[in-house]
């Protein structure tokens, strides 16, 4: 489980970002949709990190 910061962005737009991923961001016309971005940006992220070593 990781801690998700979840925030109104611009153009009506939610930004969702893990902070201890670095660069790992997503966002989504509702919250909703930037909780599933989120979640997919996540399980990418450690899944390069997995392949890098």
Do not use: H, K
Not at 1 to 9: C, D, E, F
Not at 17 to 23: D, G, K, T
């Amino acid at each position: 489980m990781r801690q998700v910061l979840i925030y109104p962005g611009e153009d009506n737009f939610w930004v969702a970002e893990c902070p201890s991923l670095p660069r790992c961001i997503s966002q989504g016309e509702r919250r909703e949709e930037v909780i599933v971005n989120i979640r997919e940006a996540i399980d990418l992220y450690v899944e390069s990190l997995t392949e890098v070593g």
